[in-house]
């Protein structure tokens, strides 16, 4: 793979806090490697911006490596960048050549209010697992692996769906904000297997008022959330979804 560097024009949303109107700033950025990250690219940015007495840009990232989904950045009018089935610090700099112009922005969602520039609150997600996203258990030693048999197609479904990060990356795609890959990939993890038998109709029911309650938009099925999916969420599990939600009131206890 070939190795060169480049120079830059960042278009870059700075904004001071939630009350802030908000503006683009332009930099410069010069002798990025093409093996850099696109997280490494804005550290040498910020390094520069703190060498010169100025405030870095601020934006999240933990692990750094595609797992936490911390590094929310929308490049270039798509969530995480240009690369299919990508986080923001896996996105390499060889995606962009010498001389090109890059817009960033943070998710853009009536829920995820901006906290500064790209950092966006998204403990709306949060407060949607509190409401039904786990199973009542007693902690102790594991159980063997085989002590509960489980078919192998449902554990592979669950464990698609379990692969959500909580990014909010389908959140931003959608036209409505809506959060709808995210729950059901949520409900989806366990609702399919028997130890979320237990809490199944109470799940889905609590948790689908909670993201009505946060303001997230409804689905109109246009597929841009899975599209933009770092971890390739399918739709399924929206229909899946709507299926226990629907179970759930048709037979709650009245």
Not at 37 to 52: A, G, W
Not at 199 to 227: I, L, P, S, Y
């Amino acid at each position: 793979m070939e190795h060169y560097n480049m120079n830059l024009t960042l278009k870059v949303w700075r904004q001071k806090n939630s009350s802030d109107a908000g503006h683009f700033e332009t930099y410069q950025v010069g002798d990025i490697s093409s093996e850099m990250s696109f997280l490494e690219m804005f550290d040498v940015l910020n390094e520069r911006l703190i060498s010169e007495g100025k405030d870095p840009v601020a934006f999240d990232h933990d692990c750094r490596e595609g797992i936490c989904g911390m590094c929310s950045m929308y490049i270039d009018g798509k969530p995480h960048g240009p690369w299919q089935a990508n986080t923001t610090c896996q996105l390499h700099m060889r995606a962009f050549k010498d001389g090109d112009t890059i817009t960033v922005e943070p998710w853009r969602a009536n829920a995820f209010p901006v906290i500064k520039d790209l950092v966006t609150d998204r403990t709306a997600f949060d407060r949607i697992v509190q409401a039904g996203g786990y199973i009542s258990v007693n902690t102790g030693n594991a159980v063997d692996a085989n002590a509960i048999p489980i078919e192998k197609d449902k554990a592979d479904a669950s464990f698609a769906a379990a692969a959500c990060i909580g990014c909010g990356a389908c959140v931003a795609a959608c036209k409505n904000s809506s959060a709808m890959l995210f729950l059901s990939a949520k409900v989806s993890h366990l609702a399919l297997l028997p130890q979320g038998e237990p809490e199944r109709k109470v799940r889905v029911v609590n948790m689908v008022a909670q993201m009505d309650k946060e303001g997230f938009g409804a689905c109109t099925n246009t597929g841009a959330c899975e599209a933009t999916c770092p971890k390739e969420i399918s739709l399924q599990n929206i229909a899946r979804l709507n299926k226990e939600y629907l179970v759930a009131s048709l037979t709650a206890d009245k």
